[in-house]
């Protein structure tokens, strides 16, 4: 088979271009630290790749979620422990108001520090997370979840107060692993309402409001009312926090479970994607090589002619 100049020059200029284009390669390979630059490169293991890079994606998100539920239920837990101090005050100004040595002036200051904390427990009801979310309005975060509204009769055109709930029916849930959610906060109405509607706060300012009146016997009937209706709702609060510190502790459980999983899936990952450069720099130096030896031989046959011979 004869083998014309030009076929010899293309063949020759073939080779040079593949080894300059496997020389790219390896360093684009460098550059970027990575085995794998195209899914073409080893359809398998980008595959691979692919959904470890998903896996990692959830893990993440699973990871902002837990970090979100326990800086909300950290500090769900320290307004509870103070609801809890308000609340034993309260008792405790509760049981020295039935003391019928009572002057009315001590049973209006009774009733002003009464009032005062019935303030503070309506706060603590409202207070926001660091995310500007309402600790305890549920799936209505963005609303004031305890709130005293004026109502009008419609009949006799009489207004009252009345303590309301506005948050959400039901507490958040957000998902922390594959298999599980938890439950960021819990709900005023949980908390300081009955399922009558009645309230803690309701409670208490008919005890203020007896106090100041000074109706002795009115006041018995209201004491009793309101020691039952704080003790109601310390148990609640008690409640409230045991399972909040559960929860707290199976996030933590979670947060490490996860970075486990994230730490696995990343080294799987890089065993596969990641670039070994003590075998990168011996390849490009073969390549390297390579390259100029085709070089050198192109140099020499460019030069050959038939006139060499004559």
Request: charged content about 25%.
């Given at each position: 088979?004869?083998?014309?100049?030009?076929?010899?020059?293309?063949?020759?200029?073939?080779?040079?271009?593949?080894?300059?284009?496997?020389?790219?390669?390896?360093?684009?390979?460098?550059?970027?630290?990575?085995?794998?630059?195209?899914?073409?490169?080893?359809?398998?293991?980008?595959?691979?790749?692919?959904?470890?890079?998903?896996?990692?994606?959830?893990?993440?998100?699973?990871?902002?979620?837990?970090?979100?539920?326990?800086?909300?239920?950290?500090?769900?837990?320290?307004?509870?422990?103070?609801?809890?101090?308000?609340?034993?005050?309260?008792?405790?100004?509760?049981?020295?108001?039935?003391?019928?040595?009572?002057?009315?002036?001590?049973?209006?200051?009774?009733?002003?520090?009464?009032?005062?904390?019935?303030?503070?427990?309506?706060?603590?009801a409202n207070?926001?997370?660091?995310?500007?979310?309402?600790?305890?309005?549920?799936?209505?975060?963005?609303?004031?979840?305890?709130?005293?509204?004026?109502?009008?009769?419609?009949?006799?055109?009489?207004?009252?107060?009345?303590?309301?709930?506005?948050?959400?029916?039901?507490?958040?849930?957000?998902?922390?692993?594959?298999?599980?959610?938890?439950?960021?906060?819990?709900?005023a109405d949980?908390?300081?309402?009955?399922?009558?509607?009645?309230?803690?706060?309701?409670?208490?300012?008919?005890?203020?409001?007896?106090?100041?009146?000074?109706?002795?016997?009115?006041?018995?009937?209201?004491?009793?009312?309101?020691?039952?209706?704080?003790?109601?709702?310390?148990?609640?609060?008690?409640?409230?926090?045991?399972?909040?510190?559960?929860?707290?502790?199976?996030?933590?459980?979670?947060?490490?479970?996860?970075?486990?999983?994230?730490?696995?899936?990343?080294?799987?990952?890089?065993?596969?994607?990641?670039?070994?450069?003590?075998?990168?720099?011996?390849?490009?130096?073969?390549?390297?090589?390579?390259?100029?030896?085709?070089?050198?031989?192109?140099?020499?046959?460019?030069?050959?002619?038939?006139f060499n011979?004559?």
């Amino acid at each position: 088979m004869r083998i014309s100049t030009l076929q010899m020059h293309t063949a020759m200029n073939s080779s040079m271009q593949q080894a300059s284009g496997k020389i790219n390669e390896s360093l684009l390979k460098m550059l970027s630290g990575k085995e794998i630059l195209k899914p073409s490169d080893d359809p398998l293991a980008a595959l691979q790749i692919m959904g470890m890079s998903d896996d990692l994606t959830v893990l993440e998100q699973y990871q902002k979620n837990i970090t979100s539920a326990q800086s909300s239920l950290t500090a769900e837990e320290t307004v509870l422990n103070d609801v809890d101090s308000t609340l034993n005050r309260l008792r405790d100004l509760t049981l020295s108001a039935g003391n019928d040595a009572l002057s009315q002036e001590d049973m209006n200051a009774i009733a002003g520090e009464v009032d005062h904390l019935i303030g503070q427990l309506s706060d603590m009801a409202n207070t926001k997370s660091a995310n500007g979310e309402y600790l305890f309005a549920g799936t209505k975060s963005d609303t004031m979840p305890v709130v005293k509204k004026e109502f009008t009769d419609p009949d006799t055109g009489v207004v009252t107060e009345k303590w309301v709930y506005e948050g959400g029916d039901e507490s958040r849930e957000i998902p922390i692993s594959d298999n599980r959610t938890i439950t960021q906060g819990d709900t005023a109405d949980d908390i300081f309402f009955s399922a009558d509607g009645g309230s803690i706060f309701a409670d208490l300012d008919e005890l203020s409001t007896a106090l100041k009146a000074g109706d002795r016997t009115a006041l018995k009937d209201v004491l009793d009312g309101s020691i039952e209706s704080i003790d109601k709702t310390l148990a609640d609060v008690g409640s409230t926090l045991t399972s909040v510190g559960a929860r707290i502790n199976t996030l933590d459980m979670t947060t490490t479970a996860n970075e486990e999983s994230i730490a696995m899936t990343t080294a799987l990952k890089g065993s596969l994607e990641d670039l070994d450069y003590a075998e990168a720099i011996t390849q490009l130096t073969l390549e390297q090589t390579a390259l100029q030896a085709s070089q050198k031989s192109y140099g020499k046959v460019s030069q050959l002619s038939l006139f060499n011979y004559i």
